[in-house]
């Protein structure tokens, strides 16, 4: 079984802190993505890597930042967080097929911002 | 106006009702078709996915896709409590390693 794992579940942080959310896949895929999720709204995409060192910009990427150094792990970085990233944040992996359909997501971590 | 549209519910029926859950799009280069179905506290997975338009039956499940509408719609037969979950679509095209997706549909199946 595909497994996505995200380092928190529950995150409570200061505005102006910066912000570390970490994602780990075991399937060896190469393809990692980061949502939010607010109501309403549905997933936007923030930010996604393709390769290790490789990213692309989503949808929303003002304000957040990414790294993969290693092809399991792939950090959201929030450089100076702020009230309106309060979110829902899922983490996602996908194989390198013609359309990555298949997306194994992770748990969520729930991020308040005060 | 949003690429992808859906109504987020929620939408309440009784058990072993038949559940119509739809969205309309406005990309036309979209091909590929997925329903993902997120229970509470919890990812979403991955349901039921379509290529181009027609339908897709797994069990109680059913796709349908309208390409010349822009519409794709999840049927469910014979509901069950267990069904009850926020149920998104999404869709792609062929080089786009990203998802599209709707703002997900509210689903309880009362007891």
């Known amino acids: 079984d595909v497994k996505v794992t995200q380092s928190s579940r529950y995150l409570v942080k200061r505005t102006g802190e910066k912000v570390f959310l970490e994602c780990v896949q075991d399937?060896?895929?190469?393809?990692m993505f980061w949502y939010r999720q607010d109501p309403g709204l549905g997933l936007r995409l923030i930010y996604f890597s393709y390769d290790v060192k490789m990213k692309e910009k989503g949808d929303i990427p003002e304000g957040y930042s990414v790294s993969r150094e290693k092809k399991e792990r792939f950090s959201l970085i929030l450089e100076s967080a702020s009230t309106n990233q309060t979110s829902m944040y899922l983490c996602?992996?996908?194989?390198?097929?013609?359309?990555?359909?298949?997306?194994?997501f992770g748990p969520g971590t729930r991020l308040t911002v005060t | 106006q949003k690429e992808v549209e859906q109504d987020p519910g929620p939408l309440s029926v009784p058990e072993g009702a038949i559940v119509s859950l739809n969205c309309t799009y406005s990309?036309?280069?979209?091909?590929?078709f997925m329903w993902y179905r997120q229970y509470s506290r919890k990812g979403p997975e991955l349901l039921m996915y379509t290529y181009s338009s027609g339908n897709k039956e797994d069990g109680r499940f059913t796709a349908q896709v309208d390409k010349s509408s822009k519409y794709i719609s999840l049927f469910i037969r014979d509901s069950q409590p267990s069904d009850s979950a926020t149920y998104l679509c999404a869709m792609t095209h062929t080089g786009r390693r990203a998802l599209t997706f709707g703002s997900g549909t509210r689903l309880q199946v009362q007891p």
């Open positions: 996602a992996s996908s194989a390198p097929t013609g359309a990555s359909y298949e997306q194994y």
């Open positions: 990309n036309s280069a979209f091909q590929y």
């Open positions: 399937m060896d895929h190469e393809n």
